[in-house]
């Protein structure tokens, strides 16, 4: 997992050019404006969902993993907390469904607030619980999804 500001960018465009090409187009591209939504950037290997949307409880929510992309995410607008967690050792709490290439999973996780200008990456060996708050408050947030 990495968590940084987008304006560091560049520190991470040697992890190959699906994700220097995700960071450009976070970076690039009015995110403010754009419909939400999946947007295509490479077809099926690298596209973005633009979503707005409230924060809900961390206890409303699950771990979630992928086996086919990882996700770098980028909060837009708003604060939300996230939960992350190591795959290693975790139980499955409902099985892969491979249309939108989910698993979750139970357990414990550590938060961090993860606020407008943030970007974060979870590769496939990564849990995360996003969208999550202390009160219900509006974000805008995309996700690109990069094939492994």
């Given at each position: 997992?990495?968590?940084?500001?987008?304006?560091?960018?560049?520190?991470?465009?040697?992890?190959?050019?699906?994700?220097?090409?995700?960071?450009?187009?976070?970076?690039?591209?009015?995110?403010?404006?754009?419909?939400?939504?999946?947007?295509?950037?490479?077809g099926d290997h690298?596209?973005?969902?633009?979503?707005?949307?409230?924060?809900?409880?961390?206890?409303?929510?699950?771990?979630?993993?992928?086996?086919?992309?990882?996700?770098?995410?980028?909060?837009?607008?708003?604060?939300?907390?996230?939960?992350?967690?190591?795959?290693?050792?975790?139980?499955?709490?409902?099985?892969?469904?491979?249309?939108?290439?989910?698993?979750?999973?139970?357990?414990?996780?550590?938060?961090?607030?993860?606020?407008?200008?943030?970007?974060?990456?979870?590769?496939?060996?990564?849990?995360?619980?996003?969208?999550?708050?202390?009160?219900?408050?509006?974000?805008?947030?995309?996700?690109?999804?990069?094939?492994?």
């Open positions: 997992m990495i968590i940084d500001r987008i304006e560091h960018y560049s520190f991470y465009t040697g992890l190959g050019d699906r994700i220097r090409t995700a960071l450009e187009y976070i970076r690039t591209t009015d995110l403010e404006r754009a419909d939400t939504g999946r947007h295509d950037l490479d690298l596209f973005a969902i633009i979503s707005d949307y409230k924060t809900t409880s961390r206890e409303a929510g699950k771990l979630e993993g992928h086996r086919k992309y990882i996700d770098v995410q980028y909060m837009v607008r708003g604060t939300e907390w996230v939960g992350y967690a190591p795959l290693s050792g975790r139980i499955v709490a409902a099985r892969y469904n491979s249309e939108n290439d989910c698993v979750l999973f139970e357990g414990e996780a550590t938060f961090f607030r993860f606020e407008a200008g943030m970007f974060a990456v979870f590769f496939p060996h990564d849990l995360h619980l996003p969208g999550t708050g202390e009160i219900s408050t509006p974000v805008r947030k995309i996700v690109v999804k990069v094939e492994v």
